[in-house]
């Protein structure tokens, strides 16, 4: 049996562009994607904590470095620059390696840049 498990997210990044005539999709500063182990085209949750919206979408890849988390097309129309968002992606996996993997979570600060980077481990579920 395959189980969808959260595979990794960017907590609370701050929105630096919105760009509503591109065709679609969320760039994310390169870096940010590396340290989260997110990957160009992959499908991305984009939660908004500023004003509750919730979008699904895919990755572009961003300079390297620039701090640059921007909504493309539609996304940009829920999502403005300024606001907060958790960017978060799944995989599929078997049920034994679910037992035990651990999530990468990114934590940044206002300006996008790395503060912790690291497996999450939830306090009350055991590894195996």
Not at 27 to 48: C, F, G, R
């Amino acid at each position: 049996m395959q189980v969808n498990m959260f595979k990794s997210k960017i907590h609370r990044a701050t929105v630096t562009e919105a760009n509503p005539d591109y065709e679609g999709s969320v760039t994310i500063d390169s870096k940010l994607m590396e340290a989260a182990n997110m990957l160009p085209y992959e499908q991305v949750h984009v939660w908004d904590v500023d004003n509750g919206a919730r979008l699904t979408s895919y990755i572009l890849a961003g300079p390297p470095g620039s701090g640059t988390i921007c909504m493309n097309g539609a996304a940009a129309l829920l999502v403005e620059p300024g606001h907060r968002v958790i960017l978060a992606t799944f995989a599929s996996m078997d049920e034994q390696q679910a037992r035990t993997y651990q999530p990468q979570v990114v934590l940044v600060d206002a300006n996008n840049r790395i503060t912790s980077a690291g497996h999450h481990e939830h306090p009350f579920v055991r590894s195996a």
